[in-house]
Every structure is written in structure tokens, then in C-alpha cells.
């Protein structure tokens, strides 16, 4: 059985910095691109960043560019998402997930991305 938990969100006041943490088990972790969400109260989920399966490339949303850094350690079967310079807009539940279509971050519509965990919160203060 697959599974991806999350973790590592709390809460922080703006400009402050958290690490989260996704831990995958049941699947093989370097066979896919994993991608971090984030769903803030009444708005729709969105991408904010992705990393490829092979470690080579990247994507941020441009809201949280130059300030979120993803990477991942395959052997420990984690990927993870260091966020700085927190701003309020930040604050969201954010989940991880495997792009079961594709070992790159393609950013192609309708991409099936699958093994959501219950997410990990995140609440940043003005």
C-alpha cells in the first residue's frame, strides 16, 4: 500500500522559514516527480513546486520562487520543501504527490498525480 505523509508545517511569523518533510513508503520514490501542493481556505489547490525523478530539474510557482527550495533523498524515500522569507499568502495545508504520467516536471494540464497524504498545515502571521 502507498503512502505519502506529510509534515513539518506550524505556525510562523512572516519572514520566518519551515521545512516540510514527505515521507513516501510502498512505492519506489525515485521512479517519479514529485510535486508539492497547497490548498489555502477557499481557494483552489495549486502547484508550488516539483521536482523530477531524476534530481535534474525543478519547477516553482512564481509566487513562491526564490524563496522555496524542493529536493529529495531518495534512499531515505523523502522529498522535502524548505520555505523562507514566509509571507501570509503562504498560509495553506500543503500535500505532496507522484505524477504517475510523466518522470519530469511537465506542467501539462490534467496530469494525474496520486498518493495524497492528509497534508501538513501551515499558518503564517503578519
Known amino acids: 500500500q502507498v503512502q505519502f505523509v506529510e509534515s513539518g508545517g506550524g505556525l510562523v511569523q512572516a519572514g520566518g522559514s519551515l521545512r516540510l518533510s514527505c515521507a513516501a513508503s510502498?512505492?519506489?520514490?525515485?521512479?517519479?516527480?514529485i510535486a508539492w501542493f497547497r490548498q489555502a481556505p477557499g481557494k483552489e489547490r495549486e502547484e508550488v513546486s516539483c521536482?523530477?525523478?531524476?534530481?535534474?530539474?525543478?519547477y516553482y510557482a512564481d509566487s513562491v520562487k526564490d524563496r522555496f527550495t524542493i529536493s529529495r533523498d531518495n534512499a531515505r524515500s523523502s522529498v522535502y520543501l524548505q520555505m523562507n522569507s514566509l509571507k501570509p499568502e503562504d498560509t495553506a495545508v500543503y500535500y505532496c504527490?507522484?505524477?504517475?504520467?510523466?518522470?519530469?516536471?511537465?506542467?501539462?494540464?490534467?496530469?494525474?498525480?496520486?498518493?495524497w497524504g492528509r497534508g501538513t498545515r501551515v499558518t503564517v502571521s503578519s
Open positions: 521536482i523530477s525523478a531524476a534530481d535534474t530539474s525543478t
Open positions: 504527490a507522484a505524477d504517475l504520467e510523466h518522470r519530469r516536471c511537465t506542467r501539462i494540464p490534467g496530469t494525474t498525480f496520486a498518493y
Open positions: 510502498g512505492l519506489t520514490l525515485r521512479d517519479y516527480a
